[in-house]
T-cell receptor
């Protein structure tokens, strides 16, 4: 059974710091891994999608890596800003017909001015 | 390009009642999935529809049901509401069918259901 774990559960950093959020999954048979951002009481905003054949994806100050063999992904945020404060969720899409997303519990990030 | 639209945004219902939530996917997307989000359990998969057919179902009781229409819009229904059904219900749309490879999921803003 696929399980997704995110560490740490919460993180507080001063503005301007570079940071790394971690995501691990137990089964390497995936189509892709997706990182999302969720603001309080809101829906999920897709940040980055990494296909199983890719090693990393970048968008602006965000860079996500994927090591499928070890079951790990990291989301790197450069030069953090208070507006980055949110909960970050990673999700994997298992390979095969049962293609629903399996989510981690998220990392709640607080960036202090 | 319009995103995923969920209505209503907020609902308050009484135990024992039933509720219907609606989701309109991104234009051209034919796959719609539903998820329940609670503080304790996080995001849990409810079901997935493609071309009006349920292709996948999560581990929820039969009180939770859904359907998809020919225009890809989807509805989910919860009957005989319980206090534990209070949650944020999220809908996601994708371009291709489940099991056809890695496709990006786009989520709506959710419907906040409160059962009293």
């Amino acid at each position: 059974k696929q399980e997704v774990t995110q560490i740490p559960a919460a993180l507080s950093v001063p503005e301007g710091e570079n940071l790394v959020l971690n995501c691990s999954f137990t089964d390497s048979a995936i189509y892709n891994l997706q990182w999302f951002r969720q603001d309080p009481g809101k829906g999920l905003t897709s940040l980055l999608l990494i296909q199983s054949s890719q090693r990393e994806q970048t968008s602006g100050r965000l860079n996500a890596s994927l090591d499928k063999s070890s079951g790990r992904s990291t989301l790197y945020i450069a030069a953090s800003q208070p507006g980055d404060s949110a909960t970050y969720l990673c999700a994997v899409r298992p390979a095969g017909s049962q293609g629903n997303l399996i989510f981690g519990k998220g990392t709640k990030l607080s960036v202090k001015p | 390009k319009a995103g995923v639209t969920q209505t209503p945004r907020y609902l308050i219902k009484t135990r024992g009642q039933q509720v219907t939530l609606s989701c309109s996917p991104i234009s051209g997307h034919r796959s719609v999935s539903w998820y329940q989000q609670t503080p304790g359990q996080g995001l849990q998969f409810l079901f997935e529809y493609f071309s009006e057919t349920q292709r996948n179902k999560g581990n929820f009781p039969g009180r939770f049901s859904g359907r998809q229409f020919s225009n890809s819009r989807s509805e989910m229904n919860v009957s005989t509401l319980e206090l534990g059904d209070s949650a944020l219900y999220l809908c996601a749309s994708s371009l291709v069918a489940p099991g056809e490879g890695g496709t990006e999921a786009f989520f709506g803003q959710g419907t906040r259901l409160t059962v009293v």
